[in-house]
T-cell receptor
Framework: DAKTTQPPSMDCAEGRAANLPCNHS???????VYWYRQIHSQGPQYIIH???NNETNEMASLIITEDRKSSTLILPHATLRDTAVYYC???????????????FGKGTHLIIQP | ETGVTQTPRHLVMGMTNKKSLKCEQH?????MYWYKQSAKKPLELMFV???????ENNSVPSRFSPECPNSSHLFLHLHTLQPEDSALYLC??????????????FGSGTRLTVV
């Protein structure tokens, strides 16, 4: 799986958009970008994933640059409950083996300020 | 509730005790995983089970013994642990099939303290 680089921490004001960057310059053509988040002392939660087109769901939007070497997760109207560690993970969707664990880095600790 | 249930939520055990962590999923997934999360460290993948067969064991000490009796249940048997094994133990499940992606679903974890 390609390596990702994320800032260790970020602050965002409540009600504003939170933009979390991720660099993945060694991403290969069949690798997707996934975002998960982990609220304190809970298990990680899937947010969104994409290949090359921008994606949006009820939780967030994912913007992937045209060269696919970086991406941004956008939480459009951050709330205090969005305070969490956000992980950007790059990997193929299906490894062919039927099971393949996710590899987590240190992520970005997003703190939403009231 | 995520669909992956872990019990107990908290566990305190002595170094000579034997205990087991339990994970249960009713999402119809065919793969299950154990992760360890120590303080201020990234999640570490411990074991992977696919269709009840262990497919990965990331150099985990033998004092951790997994068991997957069926596709819905996963156990982690613990014996003669060390204080440094204190951590949050997370279970996850996924559907490993090409073209079918629902992501990995994690439980809320068991907070283990070894005294």
């Amino acid at each position: 799986d390609a390596k990702t680089t994320q800032p260790p921490s970020m602050d965002c004001a409540e009600g504003r958009a939170a933009n979390l960057p991720c660099n993945h310059s060694t991403i290969s053509g069949n690798e997707y970008v996934y975002w998960y988040r982990q609220i304190h002392s809970q298990g990680p939660q899937y947010i969104i994933h994409g290949l090359k087109n921008n994606e949006t769901n009820e939780m967030a939007s994912l913007i992937i640059t045209e060269d696919r070497k970086s991406s941004t997760l956008i939480l459009p109207h951050a709330t205090l409950r969005d305070t969490a560690v956000y992980y950007c993970i790059v990997r193929v969707t299906y490894s062919g083996g039927g099971a393949d664990g996710l590899t987590f880095g240190k992520g970005t600790h997003l703190i939403i300020q009231p | 509730e995520t669909g992956v249930t872990q019990t107990p939520r908290h566990l305190v055990m002595g170094m000579t005790n034997k205990k087991s962590l339990k994970c249960e999923q009713h999402l119809g997934h065919n793969a299950m995983y154990w992760y360890k999360q120590s303080a201020k460290k990234p999640l570490e993948l411990m074991f992977v089970y696919s269709l009840e067969e262990r497919v990965e064991n990331n150099s985990v000490p033998s004092r951790f013994s997994p068991e997957c009796p069926n596709s819905s249940h996963l156990f982690l048997h613990l014996h003669t642990l060390q204080p440094e094994d204190s951590a949050l133990y997370l279970c996850a499940s996924s559907q490993g099939r090409e073209g079918y992606y629902h992501g990995y679903t994690f439980g809320s974890g068991t907070r283990l303290t070894v005294v």
